[in-house]
């Protein structure tokens, strides 16, 4: 089931790099719940749908890093670039713990901060 997962959320990745949000959405449990840590909670694929349609005014640029499976839960961890209203692109770190029910992504937890780069103090 882990690879399963892993497949359908790879899919659902494409779709949103291409701008197919349906399809995109078509991976989605109608009853889907988002969590923004931090920031705010979408219920429902009709919320998801609107969060998606305003925030991305192009298809962002996703960079998924690792991508970590166990039963129904599946984390990813990357890099995405959301373009903003003024044409600017800013990237995110993030890590998304999606769980999965049925073959579709029921719930995600997303810890989501802008991404800057780190001086390493060795």
Known sequence: MTDTNKIILQ???EAVSKGDYEAFLQYCTDDTKWIFVGDQILNGKEAVRKWMFNEYIEPPQNDVENLIAENDYLT???KIAVM???GESI?????????????KMAELMAFVIEHEDLKDHK
Not at 92 to 98: G, K, L, Q, R, V
């Open 11 to 13: 899919k659902a990745n």
């Open 91 to 103: 990237t995110y770190s993030y890590c998304d713990i999606w769980k999965f029910r049925d073959g």
């Open 84 to 86: 903003t209203e003024n």
């Open 76 to 78: 990813a961890i990357g």
